[in-house]
């Protein structure tokens, strides 16, 4: 997991941006950037609160298909996308209603 962290962050923190991302056993040796990867590792962690996780906003074709699976084919693959846009929709109004 770690090394995904670390992927995810040299992705954006890059060395042609001028960062120095010289890392030993998962620690950067610059002061600047390791202390620019404890903040990316915090914001990450107060992004989605705890029991929550980011999905997308329109189900990708392999969650529908999961979703059509899950219940033995009882769902068309329509009616799988319905119930997600169903859920997103309601979350968002729960979410814009806690205001």
């Known amino acids: 997991?770690?090394?995904?962290?670390?992927e995810a962050f040299e992705s954006v923190f890059t060395t042609e941006n001028g960062w120095d991302l010289t890392c030993?056993?998962?620690?950067?040796?610059n002061i600047?950037?390791?202390?620019?990867?404890a903040g990316w590792k915090a914001a990450k962690e107060h992004a989605t609160?705890?029991?929550?996780?980011?999905?997308?906003?329109k189900a990708t074709k392999k969650m529908i298909e999961r979703?059509?699976?899950?219940?033995d084919c009882f769902f068309t693959?329509?009616?799988?996308?319905?119930?997600w846009d169903a859920m997103?929709?309601?979350?968002?109004?729960?979410?814009?209603n806690s205001k």
Not at 32 to 37: E, H, M, N, Q
Not at 49 to 57: D, E, H, I, M, S
């Open 1 to 6: 997991m770690e090394n995904k962290e670390h």
């Open 24 to 29: 030993i056993n998962g620690c950067y040796q």
């Open 32 to 37: 600047g950037t390791f202390k620019a990867f």
């Open 49 to 57: 609160p705890k029991g929550f996780v980011l999905v997308p906003r």
């Open 67 to 71: 979703g059509y699976e899950a219940h």
């Open 77 to 83: 693959l329509g009616s799988v996308r319905n119930v």
């Open 88 to 96: 997103i929709e309601a979350q968002e109004q729960s979410h814009d």
